[in-house]
């Protein structure tokens, strides 16, 4: 269970699901049709040794009938795209959110003179750099990492790290919002607009309000009991319901909209359809959530 000013490792609450995602991000990669392909996150998951997905990565079958790696083939090609799209528009600044295990510095072909910022737990990007460091990789735009915990004062780590507000920007905020309270939440976006110059940009994986969030718990305990994936749970031991807060918390596209952006958005069914990623069949309930679930791009 949550609680505040808690922290985390990478094989621990809320850092244990940044290994899940570089495990289905690997999966995916070995796809025929893998949307994106990302060769560094089989290191991420070598190197912490969690028994669960070191066991996926060798034998992702239990995987197959489940959504979660065609939707991570997604969901990483949404942010792929927008970052791409944003510097080929003249952006050289990029903001990643709550990073985890994202190689989008060493992955994406960025334009010369592009800073990348990582933000994240202090644990989770000591362990990142040091697995890089062990393979030797280089990144492909100037990778600054920005050790701090996102409820407290971010901006000033980011600026101390050579952030500059003066000039436009690309955010992204993927596979975040659940897990911050209502109040860092609202915080998050205040800060993103303080921080925002003319011709900044953010794309978002926005999951919903307190409600929304309520019935993606009730879902998972009624249908992650064995009975809808074939006696299986992609994370394994680990209940993610138990990580995200459902307290109140502002509508982002109403809320960027207010302040002068330029909102767009997509829902998850689709962005799948766009990619040519179509979900499999499940209950009504589960494409109702879907439905919820959308994804924003917005410029300022």
């Given at each position: 269970m949550r609680s505040d000013g808690d922290s985390w490792s990478i094989v621990d609450s809320v850092g244990l699901t940044a290994l899940a995602v570089a495990a289905f991000r690997a999966v995916e990669s070995d796809e025929q049709d893998a949307l994106v392909r990302d060769d560094f996150a089989p290191w991420f998951v070598a190197a912490a040794g969690e028994h669960?997905?070191?066991?996926?990565?060798?034998?992702?079958?239990?995987?197959?009938?489940m959504p979660f790696v065609g939707y991570m083939g997604v969901r990483t090609k949404f942010f792929d795209d927008f970052f791409l799209s944003a510097a080929a528009s003249g952006v050289r600044q990029a903001v990643i959110i709550?990073?985890?295990l994202d190689a989008r510095a060493y992955r994406l072909e960025w334009p010369p003179d592009t800073t990348v910022f990582e933000v994240d737990q202090p644990k989770v990007l000591e362990f990142k750099g040091k697995v890089l460091a062990e393979h030797e990789a280089r990144p492909k735009a100037d990778r600054r990492p920005v050790a701090v915990d996102l409820r407290d004062d971010w901006p000033?780590?980011?600026?101390?790290?050579?952030?500059d507000r003066a000039k436009p920007v690309a955010w992204s905020i993927e596979g975040l919002l659940p897990y911050l309270p209502g109040a860092a939440h609202d915080a998050l976006f205040s800060r993103i607009d303080e921080l925002s110059t003319p011709g900044s940009q953010l794309a978002v994986d926005n999951f919903g309000d307190s409600s929304t969030i309520q019935r993606f718990n009730a879902m998972r305990d009624k249908f992650?009991?064995?009975s809808l994936f074939g006696g299986h749970d992609p994370f394994g031991d680990l209940d993610v319901s138990e990580l995200f807060y459902a307290d109140e918390r502002t509508d982002p596209p109403?809320?960027?909209?207010e302040r002068g952006w330029s909102v767009q958005g997509a829902t998850s069914l689709e962005l799948a359809d766009k990619y040519d990623r179509p979900f499999p069949e499940f209950p009504e309930e589960f494409d109702d959530l879907a439905t919820q679930k959308v994804w924003l791009t917005a410029a300022k």
């Open positions: 669960h997905f070191t066991e996926l990565l060798a034998d992702s079958s239990a995987l197959k009938d709550a990073a985890g000033a780590a980011l600026e101390a790290a050579g952030f992650m009991d064995k109403g809320w960027l909209s």
